[in-house]
């Protein structure tokens, strides 16, 4: 028994009132489905249903893009770009007054720690409203021609890791380049999208901008292959983006794709070790590595091999698993079931292949989903779990000995959407990020995200960026 | 590590071969642990232990022996209308006073720290700042809390700053009875980087130190989190490497309960639960005790007591 036990600190549940079901977001308004179901959204960390959903069907889908043409072609796209950005600065204020709200629904619906909604997600939503209203009255200045325009109604369909980051990272510049959209949430993860109508509402916003329809992949494709709708984009699993550009293409479609990743991050020996160790965890553990751009593949010098693997096991023995709405929780619990089977099965195949395998001791929850921070050593390029995105908590560590073999080894993969490089030398750093193909390389950090840095990958990680002068482009016809 | 105490003999060598510290990544660490929310019966148990790692201090000019007595008798009993509220770790203060202190706190357990090696600043020749350490000793005081040079070690002068440790450290020993246990401070609000916080904490442990120490109280910035943190690791790290156990103490400017228990996390979790003792971990306060008692008192009763319901010593 540990000699400073922390006493349970649980943020309150009672800041969200959710309704027993929920309709779909059209036009301004929840509406019934008319050819759609209805589903059970749970709690990952103990089963609860929380609420029941609508599944959009065809004419739903239908409906909400009819919706968003004429809210495009009447109202947004003719208000001036300092009248948009009023709407978005009020929702980013809205969004920062119910945060407290937010951060316990996003940790209810999607497992992940309340330390992490709190402070990283509900901010960040905020902050890319932010920043985005700022841009809605100055686009001429954005580089793309003197008036650059809209592109239309924009089609949105987004993963459930971060739910209510990754609708503003969608929403947000649409909506400040003068677009409607429809915007399909995962499945597992609807609850802060209806939410957020529900701010929408609340902002005056004009009814048919910003369209929730909620579902699974059926209603994704219905909205991906809709003839109404002049954009997609998409963030998820590389293999649903494939599919997704064989229909764009066959329609001639515009649309932005972010995908998977096998992110490398490369510690050389004289990193500043402390941080380095803090920056593997917070790499690949950080929201339990449900995270595209997560530093899964550890590649470490081999002359400082021993002594990262020792500091980083001693690290992972102090992680505190369990309870998302926790205050002192770090580790939450996995989204779904299906996604503790794929990652249960590519662990397991990482042992079969030969990886060794070292989870710290850890007492898992009887309900929920839940899976222990996990290391695999002895990983080689060859192996599966070396290449294959896992999207949980398990580090697959290689080794090199030289800068260029980091690089050749960083970039050995079908991904390339982040990359990070622990070094005190600053040549190093600048050497290492010119030749590493990853959209986003950081230096002595990782996954650290910032409105007005755009974010985006190379290869099959995806086109198009996201955030900073760069995204506007996805959503301005130029 | 595999570095000997022969082979660090090229001081300049080890103390920047040692990992750098990053300062975005050790600040946001630093933070993140503040964050810890230590509620119920972890707070209790919190709010008992900080009592009993502080050292009481008092260290102004105008200190007398009637102040140092009334300290130590806050110190035998820091709450007269709780008896179970326990005893803090020491009592700290200038030579000069080190015997009434001693005097004051006979068979208590509660230990007497004096200051020496011309505290504050530490601008003397070794000659005055080893006497004054004897004098200290002789006066009674049997912890010893020296401070470095801090212009040698800026200047790169790290052999000095090592040797005149080492001198502090022979005096002490000197001291017989185990010898006087022997705390130095890095006045790390001068030192001013964090890398230069770690390689100070290695030569001072290199060259003997039983407790690391982070500040006079006379600098500002005094004790930071984030300084605190890396003189945590750099402990935890000695002991890896040469199984020795050298004890930390921030010192000034943690007035709070709120503050103190935010140390005991950062403890906690950076060095590990070996070091949640008073043997191995102090914090240097005057006003901190008073704060720790009246959320005791709260969370013992349900309510927050007036401020007059807590001595002023």
């Known amino acids: 028994m540990p000699k400073f036990e922390y006493a349970p600190a649980p943020e309150s549940r009672s800041i969200v009132s959710l309704r027993d079901s929920y309709g779909l977001f059209i036009d301004g308004a929840f509406t019934d489905t008319a050819d759609g179901r209805i589903f059970k959204t749970i709690s990952p960390a103990t089963e609860e249903v929380l609420a029941e959903v609508t599944e959009a069907g065809p004419s739903d889908v239908d409906r909400a893009v009819t919706a968003a043409r004429k809210a495009y072609e009447q109202t947004w796209s003719r208000l001036p770009g300092k009248e948009r950005a009023k709407y978005l600065f009020r929702i980013a204020r809205l969004v920062q007054e119910r945060s407290r709200e937010l951060a316990v629904l996003e940790s209810l619906n999607n497992g992940k720690p309340i330390k992490e909604s709190r402070d990283v997600d509900i901010p960040l939503v905020a902050a890319h409203f932010f920043y985005h209203a700022g841009w809605a009255d100055k686009l001429e200045f954005a580089g793309y021609g003197p008036s650059p325009g809209p592109i239309g109604v924009a089609g949105q369909i987004i993963p459930w890791n971060f739910p209510l980051l990754m609708l503003a990272w969608k929403i947000a510049p649409a909506l400040a380049c003068g677009n409607t959209v429809v915007l399909k949430p995962a499945e597992t993860t609807p609850l802060t999208a209806l939410a957020f109508a529900e701010i929408c509402q609340q902002a005056d916003l004009p009814p048919g901008v910003v369209n929730i329809v909620t579902g699974a992949g059926e209603t994704g494709r219905a909205l991906a292959e809709h003839p109404g709708i002049d954009k997609v984009a998409f963030t998820g699993s590389t293999e649903v983006g494939k599919q997704i550009a064989r229909a764009c293409r066959r329609m001639h479609r515009r649309n932005t794709l972010e995908l998977g990743g096998k992110a490398a991050n490369i510690v050389f020996e004289d990193a500043p070790m402390d941080q380095a160790v803090e920056g593997i965890v917070n790499g690949i553990f950080f929201n339990q590595g449900h995270v595209c751009c997560a530093g899964s593949r550890l590649l470490v010098q081999e002359s400082v091999y021993d002594e990262v693997i020792a500091s980083l096991r001693r690290r992972l023995a102090t992680l505190r698993l369990g309870d998302p709405l926790d205050k002192n929780t770090d580790v939450g619990a996995i989204n779904s079931a299906a996604q503790l089977a794929k990652i249960r099965e590519l662990s397991d195949l990482g042992e079969a292949e030969g990886a060794e395998r070292w989870s710290p001791p850890c007492e898992l929850p009887a309900r929920g989903f839940w899976f222990p921070p996990t290391i695999f050593t002895g990983v080689a390029q060859a192996h599966r779990i070396a290449r294959e995105e896992i999207f949980g908590p398990v580090l697959s560590v290689l080794t090199f000995r030289t800068p260029a073999e980091a690089v050749e080894k960083a970039n050995n993969t079908p991904y390339g959407l982040s990359a990070g490089v622990w070094t005190e030398k600053g040549s190093l750093i600048l050497w290492m990020a010119s030749r590493l193909r990853a959209g986003v390389v950081w230096a002595n950090t990782f996954n650290r995200f910032d409105p007005a840095s755009p974010f985006g990958g190379y290869k099959e990680s995806g086109y198009g960026r996201e955030g900073g002068r760069h995204g506007l482009e996805a959503y301005l016809d130029v | ?313």
Not at chain 2, 77 to 91: F, G, K
Not at chain 2, 258 to 278: F, H, M, S
């Open chain 2, 1 to 313: 590590m595999s570095i000997t105490l022969e082979g660090a003999r090229d001081l300049r060598g080890f103390l920047h071969g040692l990992p750098g510290v990053d300062r975005v990544g050790a600040e946001a660490r630093a933070a993140m642990l503040a964050g810890r929310s230590i509620k119920t019966t972890a707070k209790q148990w919190a709010l008992d232990l900080a009592i009993s790692v502080i050292d009481l201090t008092t260290l102004e000019g105008q200190d007398t022996p009637g102040k140092v007595r009334a300290l130590c008798a806050k110190a035998r009993q820091p709450d007269p209308a709780d008896p179970s509220a326990p005893r803090v770790a020491a009592i700290c203060v200038y030579s000069d006073l080190a015997r009434v202190a001693a005097q004051e706190l006979a068979g208590t357990g509660i230990h007497v720290a004096s200051v020496a090696t011309s505290f504050p600043s530490g601008r003397a020749s070794l000659d005055v700042k080893l006497a004054d350490v004897r004098y200290a000793i002789a006066e009674g005081a049997d912890e010893v809390d020296m401070v470095i040079d801090r212009g040698a070690f800026l200047a790169g002068n790290y052999d000095l700053v090592y040797s005149e440790i080492v001198a502090v450290k022979e005096a002490c020993a000197a001291a017989g009875d185990g010898g006087t246990h022997l705390k130095v401070i890095l006045e790390t609000g001068e030192l001013v980087t964090y890398d230069n916080v770690r390689r100070a904490s290695w030569l001072a442990m290199l060259a003997g130190a039983d407790f690391i120490k982070t500040s006079t109280g006379k600098v500002s910035p005094a004790a930071t989190l984030p300084v605190t943190m890396v003189m945590l690791e750099a402990v935890r790290d000695f002991r890896e490497a040469y199984g020795r156990q050298v004890g930390v103490k921030p010192a000034g400017g943690i007035r709070t309960a709120k503050d103190a228990i935010r140390y005991l996390v950062l403890v906690n979790e950076t060095a590990g639960e070996d070091w949640l003792d008073p043997d191995w971990f102090r914090i240097g306060a005057s006003s901190l005790l008073n704060d720790l008692l009246m959320q005791r008192t709260k969370m013992k009763t349900g309510h927050y007591e007036g401020p007059d319901y807590f001595t002023l010593d």
